[in-house]
């Protein structure tokens, strides 16, 4: 038999609207219904919404504009990962881990030259947050962490292809076999990594890289 993964409402939530605004075929800006309508039809309480809410924020798949509502903002960042059925959550993580390689590692490079002070002060403030915060708060200011560093390559190519898988990506935030903490060895290197990036030494950046996904692979591998 297989472990049962653990499921936080939030991320139920989280889905069904993905599925709402793939059902009905809803495009950038959008309407979503209110708060108040997505608690009473789905049943959940308030806090499981706002959490979904800034969660799919997060993903860029949904902006909140205060005293409008909730607007679809790009519908096509989680289209692909709908087409890949993952039957093995490890071997999906593996491979993924192999791509991010390639196209992370690409970015890391490209920021250690071009990465701006604000561009360094965003990864910074996240890599504190990352650290001080638990549970989905500390998932999300990673995923802003490396979408700095995407931000930071300024290559509209590359964030481009990193956009269109980057709801697969975010297999890597939310809770790897149901536990949150469970790359939580790779946060030392997004330290060296950032510093390496503003020594301005893609070489070094690139390391720093592979070592913090050596760690996740064998964190995967380990798993049983």
């Not at 930071?152 to 269109?164: R, T």
């Not at 975010?170 to 503003?198: Q, T």
């Amino acid at each position: 038999m297989k472990k049962i993964k653990k499921v936080q409402t939030h991320e139920m939530v989280s889905k069904e609207i993905k599925d709402y605004i793939q059902n009905n075929q809803l495009k950038k800006g959008d309407k979503l219904p209110s708060a108040e309508k997505i608690m009473a039809t789905l049943g959940v309480g308030r806090s499981s919404i706002r959490e979904a809410i800034r969660y799919l924020e997060a993903l860029d798949v949904v902006e909140v504009l205060n005293g409008k509502g909730i607007f679809v903002k790009e519908p096509s960042l989680y289209q692909l990962s709908t087409k890949i059925t993952i039957e093995n959550e490890k071997s999906a993580l593996l491979q993924l881990c192999e791509v991010r390689r390639g196209l992370e590692g690409i970015a890391v490079e490209l920021a250690a030259v071009r990465a701006t002070q604000e561009h360094l002060d965003e990864m910074w403030h996240y890599y504190e947050l990352i650290g001080n915060t638990k549970g989905t708060e500390s998932s999300i200011a990673d995923m802003k962490f490396h979408q700095a560093i995407y931000k930071a390559s300024d290559n509209i190519i590359l964030q481009e292809l990193i956009g269109s898988i980057w709801n697969t990506f975010v297999e890597f935030w939310r809770a790897p076999f149901g536990h949150n903490e469970f790359f939580h060895d790779s946060y030392p290197f997004h330290k060296s990594m950032v510093e390496a990036i503003e020594e301005r030494n893609p070489q070094k950046a690139r390391e720093e890289f592979n070592k913090m996904m050596d760690v996740m692979v064998r964190a995967i591998n380990e798993f049983e």
